[in-house]
């Protein structure tokens, strides 16, 4: 099956449906594997036992990202391509990446108490972060206040492309600026420098919060094609009915 | 500092990491219960998507005026 097949809701929700109870299966495994390596890794020559909250800090920061990333792609689908699912895709992604980015503000701040003496410093990864955050929140406001889905998705495109900016912002910050935060220590040139014991159940617990991602993101978009089907209805209803 | 004062700092985040992982399980499970009985609803009166739909529609419309 093409990809572009995919674009037909109807379609798509066939397959979410088949798929989505396997994926949550998945990932109840995956979590279940990461949490017990986490448990078992030990504790950082510097960080301490702390170093098991970056088991949750590391995947909020990548899937905030990733979800703006899945975003600013669909965002193109709506203005150029025109795709059926790409504004479905960016509405459903939106809630669950201000979540992941909620999650890693909120880990990295309890991290941060008890390693850097602060809750909250104003530095260049921190505050990028942040404004992602608060992007996030601009846009699922956008989805609420405008009801029309595709007047709403262009004017929530725009927000997306023009936020993207700070994608590579975040990433970058560490190394444009002098910050608090650390370097890159996973996604570098050259090997990680993070040691094989830290580093193994880290990419696990990134790969299940990953799968649990890509459930959310489906069942998202299942329910998202559900509510336009309503409103299909209920529109069709109105008119009958006057 | 002390470990069991990072002890408390690491059942929180693993508490508000657990908080948020829940509520987006939530949020997904019951709109999705929310979607499907607003459908059903309008499948038992009789209204369905597309042309044979609106038509059938149109008819117990019709029939009812």
Same mark, same amino acid.
């Given at each position: 099956?093409?990809?572009?097949?995919?674009?037909?809701? !109807?379609?798509?929700?066939?397959?979410?449906? !088949?798929?989505?109870?396997?994926?949550?299966?998945? @990932?109840?495994?995956?979590?279940?594997?990461?949490?017990? #390596?986490?448990?078992?890794?030990?504790?950082?020559?510097? #960080?301490?036992?702390?170093?098991?909250?970056?088991?949750?800090?590391?995947? $909020?920061?990548?899937? $905030?990202? %990733?979800? &703006?990333?899945?975003?600013?792609?669909?965002?193109?689908? @709506?203005?150029?391509?025109?795709?059926? /699912?790409?504004?479905?895709?960016?509405?459903?992604?939106?809630?669950?990446?201000?979540?992941?980015?909620?999650?890693? +503000?909120?880990?990295? !701040? %309890?991290?941060?108490?008890?390693? &850097?003496?602060?809750?909250?410093?104003?530095?260049?990864? %921190?505050?990028?972060?942040?404004?992602?955050?608060?992007?996030? %929140?601009?846009?699922?406001?956008?989805?609420?206040?405008?009801?029309?889905?595709?007047?709403?998705?262009?004017?929530?495109?725009? +927000?997306?492309?023009?936020?993207?900016?700070? /994608?590579?912002?975040?990433?970058?910050?560490?190394?444009?600026?002098?910050?608090?935060?650390?370097?890159?220590?996973?996604?570098?040139?050259?090997?990680?420098?993070?040691?094989? !014991?830290?580093?193994?159940?880290?990419?696990?617990?990134?790969?299940?919060? @990953?799968?649990?991602?890509?459930?959310?993101?489906?069942?998202?978009?299942?329910?998202?094609?559900?509510?336009?089907?309503?409103?299909?209805?209920? +529109?069709? #209803?109105?008119?009958?009915?006057? | 500092?002390?470990?069991?004062?990072?002890?408390?700092?690491?059942?929180?985040?693993?508490?508000?990491?657990?908080?948020?992982?829940?509520?987006?399980?939530?949020?997904?499970?019951?709109?999705? =219960?929310?979607?499907?009985?607003?459908?059903?609803?309008?499948?038992?009166?009789?209204?369905? =998507?597309?042309?044979?739909?609106?038509?059938?529609?149109?008819?117990?419309?019709?029939?009812?005026?």
């Amino acid at each position: 099956m093409a990809i572009v097949d995919l674009a037909n809701p !109807s379609r798509f929700l066939k397959i979410a449906n !088949s798929v989505i109870p396997w994926l949550g299966g998945l @990932t109840v495994f995956a979590f279940a594997f990461g949490i017990s #390596q986490a448990i078992l890794a030990p504790d950082d020559y510097q #960080q301490g036992a702390t170093v098991k909250i970056m088991f949750l800090h590391v995947p $909020g920061a990548w899937l $905030g990202m %990733l979800a &703006w990333g899945i975003m600013s792609i669909s965002a193109l689908g @709506t203005l150029v391509w025109r795709h059926p /699912l790409a504004d479905v895709t960016a509405k459903a992604a939106a809630p669950i990446g201000a979540a992941f980015t909620f999650m890693c +503000l909120v880990t990295g !701040s %309890l991290w941060g108490r008890p390693m &850097w003496g602060t809750y909250w410093v104003w530095d260049a990864r %921190l505050t990028s972060v942040l404004v992602l955050f608060l992007l996030y %929140l601009g846009v699922i406001a956008v989805w609420r206040t405008v009801e029309e889905p595709s007047r709403a998705a262009r004017a929530v495109a725009i +927000l997306t492309l023009v936020g993207a900016v700070d /994608l590579p912002i975040i990433k970058f910050s560490v190394d444009w600026w002098n910050t608090l935060h650390q370097g890159a220590s996973v996604f570098r040139r050259g090997a990680p420098t993070i040691d094989p !014991s830290i580093l193994v159940p880290l990419l696990i617990m990134t790969g299940a919060f @990953t799968l649990l991602f890509i459930t959310l993101l489906l069942a998202a978009m299942r329910n998202e094609i559900l509510r336009r089907r309503v409103r299909t209805l209920r +529109l069709m #209803q109105a008119s009958v009915a006057g | 500092m002390e470990d069991g004062n990072h002890l408390l700092f690491i059942v929180a985040a693993y508490g508000a990491a657990g908080g948020v992982v829940a509520a987006l399980i939530a949020w997904v499970m019951l709109d999705y =219960r929310t979607q499907s009985a607003k459908l059903a609803q309008f499948e038992s009166k009789g209204i369905v =998507r597309g042309i044979a739909g609106q038509a059938a529609a149109i008819r117990e419309a019709s029939k009812d005026a």
